[in-house]
């Protein structure tokens, strides 16, 4: 099958977005490896005087761990789907947060909002990408020198048992329920997208050539291991801005 991209894919998001916070309950660990990829931003006094992007927010549960682990930064949130932001921000925040319609190719025009950040997460966001280097370009202009990017991604180890075993819970559990809500076609996405993207080691490499650097990927636990991964990276200097990290 040919992948969601762009439009497409934002608006099959758009239509999932009413049944997307059930179906990511069912996933046995998928909020607690999520708050645990955020806190692994290690954000000093608990985000005081920061700001952090959440890149892809979905329906807010990255928004949700961002908050948890650094409770003052001021944390602001972007999705191309706005079914999805329309949900996430119709749910309860503090005033330090804010929740903005922006794709991810669109990080540059974000005005006021443009930065520097001291941080940014991702979730499950660059392997829908059809053009990733430029994204994380964008994200490293948008880091101070220095600052931190975690991302929270399907990205396998590349082992074949790993990649045999998505496919079997794609097939037997996450295309099902996705057929049953009418978002087949976004499930199917999801199965082929992760195994049509880079393995773990390849990502890691794609930041050390966009710029990032002292690069970590760190497994998750549960049935998750060897195909979601945390990585970790920090912001070189980009060209015309000074600094140290």
Same mark, same amino acid.
């Given at each position: 099958m040919d992948l969601l991209r762009d439009h497409d894919l934002a608006r099959a998001f758009d239509h999932a977005a009413p049944a997307y916070d059930r179906?990511?309950?069912a996933?046995?660990?998928h909020h607690a490896e999520l708050r645990r990829s955020a806190r692994r931003l290690r954000l000093p006094d608990r985000g005081s005087g920061l700001r952090v992007l959440d890149l892809g927010c979905g329906t807010g549960a990255s928004t949700a761990a961002l908050l948890r682990a650094a409770p003052r930064a001021r944390i602001t949130a972007v999705?191309?789907?706005?079914g999805m932001l329309a949900r996430a921000s119709a749910k309860s925040w503090p005033p330090n947060? @804010?929740? &903005?319609?922006?794709?991810a190719e669109g990080l540059p025009g974000l005005g006021a909002e443009a930065g520097p950040?001291?941080?940014?997460?991702?979730?499950w966001v660059f392997r829908n990408l059809s053009v990733p280097d430029a994204v994380l370009g964008a994200v490293r202009a948008l880091l101070r020198p220095g600052g931190r990017l975690v991302v929270h991604e399907y990205s396998l180890s590349g082992s074949a048992a790993? @990649?045999? &075993?998505?496919t079997a819970v794609c097939r037997g559990l996450v295309i099902p329920a996705g057929t049953l809500t009418g978002d087949g076609r976004l499930h199917r996405h999801l199965w082929r997208s992760v195994l049509d993207f880079d393995t773990a080691p390849a990502f890691a490499a794609r930041l050390g050539r966009a710029g990032f650097r002292s690069v970590r990927t760190l497994p998750v636990a549960g049935w998750q291991t060897g195909i979601v991964h945390t990585f970790?990276?920090?912001a070189g200097a980009t060209p015309g801005r000074g600094g140290a990290a």
């Open positions: 179906l990511t309950a996933s046995p660990g999705d191309a789907s706005a947060v @804010r929740f &903005l319609h922006r794709t950040y001291d941080a940014v997460f991702g979730a790993h @990649r045999a &075993l998505w970790l990276a920090r």
